[in-house]
């Protein structure tokens, strides 16, 4: 079984500072794929970044990227230039490819870190 | 744009009351799951199912099922429903094998509050 783990709970900065979100995650498997998902206030739960394991290169989505440790199975998130609207809780996910047994084939959550942006 | 509703934002239940929790999407995709999000422990696989009346076992199945008749909508039904099964449900949905397959896209959540 996969386990994922957030070790920050929480995390506050100001406005337009760049900050990093810790994952890690442990598996046995060797192809997978890492997420970040954000979950703003009351609201519905969306895609921000995603991995392929087999990638070496960090993925990247305008001011989000990834640091991705594939050895050190770390994956964490950075966000530059942090605004308002990023203020969210975000979950770090993994997911083994579908159909390579072992069980369901849902995702696998940390436990989340609520980032919270100051003005 | 893929569009996963369910059924209501807000639900309120009894003690033993069975409770069903109704999914839809537009998108055609083959694969649904349902999730249940605790503070603390982040959401957490209860049941999904790969195709029309496909179903399989997530991490948390107990005192949960489903029903899967029709491709576009998947219910998770609580049979006995329990306080602990305070919860907020989050349902998703992915195609199978297409561009973009391993992308999960989720609901706005189902917030259950059982008395």
């Known amino acids: 079984a996969q386990t994922v783990t957030q070790s920050q709970p929480e995390m506050s900065v100001q406005e337009a500072e760049t900050v990093t979100l810790s994952c890690t995650y442990d598996?046995?498997?060797?192809?997978?794929?890492l997420f970040w998902y954000k979950q703003p206030p009351s609201r519905q739960m969306i895609l921000v970044i995603r991995q392929e394991a087999y990638k070496q290169q960090n993925a990247t989505e305008n001011r989000f990227s990834v640091n991705f440790q594939k050895a050190a199975k770390s994956f964490s998130l950075k966000i530059s230039d942090s605004q308002l609207g990023d203020t969210a809780m975000y979950f770090c996910?993994?997911?083994?490819?579908?159909?390579?047994?072992?069980?369901?084939?849902?995702?696998?959550f940390g436990k989340g870190t609520h980032l919270i942006i100051q003005p | 744009d893929v569009k996963v509703t369910q059924s209501s934002r807000y639900l309120v239940k009894r003690t033993g009351e069975k409770v069903f929790l109704e999914c839809v999407q537009d998108m055609d995709h083959e694969n649904m799951f349902w999730y249940r999000q605790d503070p603390g422990l982040g959401l957490r696989l209860i049941y999904f199912s790969y195709d029309v009346k496909m179903k399989e076992k997530g991490d948390i199945p107990e005192g949960y099922s489903v029903s899967r008749e029709k491709k576009e909508r998947f219910s998770l039904i609580l049979e006995s429903a329990s306080t602990n099964q305070t919860s907020m449900y989050l349902c998703?949905?992915?195609?199978?094998?297409?561009?973009?397959?391993?992308?999960?896209?989720f609901g706005p959540g189902t917030r259950l509050l059982v008395l």
């Open positions: 998703a949905s992915r195609p199978f094998r297409d561009r973009g397959w391993e992308t999960q896209y």
């Open positions: 996910a993994f997911m083994k490819l579908p159909g390579s047994g072992g069980g369901a084939d849902g995702l696998t």
């Open positions: 598996t046995s498997e060797s192809n997978y794929y």
